[in-house]
Nanobody
Framework: QLQLVESGGGLVQTGGSLRLSCAASGRTFSSYDMGWYRQVPGKEREVGAAIGSTGGITYYADSVRGRFTISRDNAKNTVYLQMNHLPPEYTALYYC??????????????????WGQGTQLTVSS
């Protein structure tokens, strides 16, 4: 079982910056693609950014591209999300996600997802 613990959330003014961290333990961190999702009350959780297991591939949702930078340090078992120029609408609970696809001897791929408990970001106007 992979455990994920987010940190770094808090209150920031509009236009400010913040860096979230997600520390992983329990399994081989470098085996997982990692992502940062966010959720506001009454809405579905949505992906903000993702990064491949080696860090060579990144993805950003259109809504955050140019403001978010995702990175990882496999030696420290940690993924980061640098957030800049934050607007109030980015206020949400931010979750760290680990995603793995395992193909068992039956040839069928199985997907596994692990989640942290979330860290709150509040951007004041």
């Amino acid at each position: 079982q992979l455990q994920l613990v987010e940190s770094g959330g808090g209150l920031v003014q509009t236009g400010g910056s913040l860096r979230l961290s997600c520390a992983a333990s329990g399994r081989t961190f470098s085996s997982y693609d990692m992502g940062w999702y966010r959720q506001v009350p009454g809405k579905e959780r949505e992906v903000g950014a993702a990064i491949g297991s080696t860090g060579g591939i990144t993805y950003y949702a259109d809504s955050v591209r140019g403001r978010f930078t995702i990175s990882r340090d496999n030696a420290k078992n940690t993924v980061y999300l640098q957030m800049n120029h934050l607007p109030p609408e980015y206020t949400a609970l931010y979750y760290c996600n680990a995603h793995e696809v395992v193909t068992l001897p039956d040839g069928i791929p199985y997907e596994y997802d692990y989640w942290g408990q979330g860290t709150q970001l509040t951007v004041s106007s």
